[in-house]
């Protein structure tokens, strides 16, 4: 773990031009490309859909070169993080805990895999649990971290709509992704659109509103397509036997099917995601996952 106080070398470049900016745990590595950031967040108890848009989002622009931020909550913010991962690319994860508590436990597999591609932050003292009071400040520093906050599913009273507040307070840029008209997940999102945020329906138009420097630093996608390798294996192949493509089940059930401990099982489910075998929907639920043909 590195501590790292404002103007420490290292620093988050977009978080040091933000007045009371916190000093930072560090688990994982910040590198001076993660300046080209956009946060995703949104609803905890997020529909499929939103799931979905948040990790084809969060791959899409992840395999250009742009590094994700949120906050490792339950399920939009750990789809950001999955998609990022699977992409290849690079992702932060801003706790509302200290920097050795994860939150939600389910979530400790995912954190170190982001450790490993990226790094978790932490504004608080090492052992704090995740209070009701730590989060506006965590979403404060999400939002500073990053370039532009997009809103994927969030209630009219969300905590992703203080995320996107701070960022339009600090003049960063307030995205939003549409849903149906008569989803109460969709009903914050919604108004922020109708109060100026940009509508999103894909990547392209998220980087379209980013400044000219760093539109060019993005770079030509990133592909894991290749020579397959071989399958998985082990603890793995176990979980993807178990698993279908169009029966969602939980993963008590998927534990108590592939007979492994929930530690182990929760790992391979991991592995299998960032393989792109599993999806995780939303109640912690899971199916195999049907290949998709690639996008430009």
């Known amino acids: ?46 529909t499929p859909y939103g799931v979905a848009v948040a990790e084809r989002l969060a791959a899409d622009l992840a395999a250009r070169g742009v590094t994700i931020v949120s906050g490792l909550a339950r399920g939009i913010d750990t789809a950001a993080h999955r998609g990022a991962l699977a ?5 932060l994860a801003v706790l509302g805990s200290g920097i050795d508590v994860v939150y939600p436990s389910e979530n400790r597999a995912l954190a170190r895999a982001i450790e ?3 790094a978790l932050l932490s ?5 704090a649990p995740g209070l009701p009071g730590h989060f506006p400040a965590r979403n404060r ?24 507040g701070f960022a339009g307070d600090l003049g960063r840029e307030v995205f939003a992704v549409p849903g149906r ?6 009903a914050g999102a919604h108004r922020l659109i109708q109060d100026g945020a940009k509508l999103v329906t894909c990547w392209q138009d998220v980087v379209q509103e980013l400044p000219e420097q760093w539109r060019r630093a993005l770079r030509a996608a990133t592909t894991t397509d290749g020579p397959a390798g071989p399958g998985p294996r082990g603890d793995e192949a176990r979980m ?7 029966e969602p089940q939980h993963i008590e ?12 099982a929760a790992a391979a489910l991991v592995a299998l995601e960032l393989a792109g075998l599993a999806r995780q929907l939303a109640g912690q639920r899971w199916v195999r996952s049907v290949p998709q043909a690639g996008r430009g």
């Open 87 to 91: 992409a290849g690319g690079r992702t």
């Open 116 to 118: 490993r591609q990226g």
């Open 141 to 164: 520093t999400i939002a500073g971290l990053a370039l532009g906050v997009v809103v994927v599913e969030a209630a009219e009273r969300s905590g992703a709509l203080i995320t996107a």
């Open 253 to 264: 059930r998927l534990i108590a099917r592939g007979g492994l401990d929930a530690g182990r």
């Open 1 to 46: 773990m590195n501590r790292l106080e404002p103007g420490d070398p290292g620093y988050p470049a977009l978080l040091a031009a933000v007045p009371a900016r916190p000093a930072l745990d560090v688990r994982g590595t910040l590198t001076a490309d993660d300046a080209l950031a956009v946060a995703i967040v949104g609803a905890r108890r997020a």
């Open 181 to 186: 008209i008569t989803s109460a997940a969709s």
């Open 123 to 127: 504004q608080f003292a090492a052992g």
């Open 240 to 246: 993807l036997d178990v698993l279908a493509p169009d």
